[in-house]
């Protein structure tokens, strides 16, 4: 319910659990404004978690804790450490330390956790190992994007995760959000609004799929969720690009890969949106890094034309992506009326996929009607810029700004929810740095 201000202090534990990886980090939030300190450790996420039974994940996720502690603080006494968890997958809140699953996203699919909240069995498995860590906030990764990139950038209003999925949050004022109708919260206090866009078009009233949208989504562990999020996101890039392969090998209109084995480009998620950069940074001509990646991954030996139809295909998919990625941006921009503002985006397809920032920039300039000079990105009216860490720093923060809330009110001896946050404002405009 605020934006930093900078002068927010101590030391926190952030666990992200994206997707991908499990990152732990300790972040201290030192007494110079808007500077900060961390260590962090990278845990893979095994495949078989994903699918598995959620004791086996929970279990997991506080041994990583658990490890990260004792290497780091070995011999140590140390009290409990307020933890932000980045839990990146759509949560119903009614508090901040509390999140119930509306649904499995990004291939996850553990049984008998959507629908409920998923704090209690991870402060269990916590409690089980003794750990001395207390969940204080559970943030979604694109709120903490934004929290992270408006702690050293105030003029970032979105934080967006263009990566494995993708989302953007912004700040809404709680006045213009209907279920918060019956709190009576003051209509100007800030609000941060998952949006969960991924979601978009569900329904498929709005964006043309192709036939290959319309696998991927049938073979998905949730068939009918994450319309958008399909079209765009890391996870399914590569999906897509094989189907696109595999369909016209076996099309009688254009053979290619004619009297090759293609078994291996016949597996499902073989090919990763790693996959489609590589095609797409080859510098060469003649295409010979494509060539070389489809004999070496694939076996398949290609022709001119073939390789020319690949790096076609992926600039295809990559630029379809970039620019409905921005539509997300300007959806909410032309929602806020904001003209001008900075995004803060992280994820591995902003991070690392060749072109993705301009041709985002571009898709934005004509959807926002910018004149001729802009839709470069740099200098734009409405920039997208590499975020701050915010399943490190940003969850850091939030656990802050939420204890700094739970003292304010609990000075002010109130428990309603309401009430705290009219203290909450107080304590805000008592603030000089606000
Ligand atoms: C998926 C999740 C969402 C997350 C996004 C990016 O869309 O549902 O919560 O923000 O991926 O990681």
Redesign the pocket.
Known sequence: MAFPDGNETGTFLALDM??TNLRVCEVTLTEEKGEFDIIQSKYRMPEELKTGTADELWGYVADCLQQFIEYHHDEDKIEQLPLGFTF???ATQHYIDHGILQRW??GFDIEGVEGKDVVPPFEAALAERGLPIKLTALV???TGTMIASAYTDPLMKIGC?F?????AAYMEDCGSIPKLGDMKLDPSLPMAI?C?Y?AFDNEHKVLPRTPYDVVIDKESPRPGQ?AF?KMI?GLYLGEIFRLVLVDLHQSHECEIFAGQDISKLKKAYSLDAGFLSAIEEDPFENLSEVADLFQNKLSIVCTKPELELIRRLAELIGTRAARLSACGVAAICKHKGWETCHVGAD?SVFNKYPHFKVRGAQALKEILDWPEHFGKGKGDPIEILPAEDGSGVGAALIAALTLKRVEVGQNAGIKDPEAMAQAAKLAKKANPFN
């Open positions: 994206g997707g990146s997958y759509p996203t990004k979604n990764d694109t995760i990566g494995t999925g993708c989302n998952n969960e991924g994450q999020e996101a994820g």
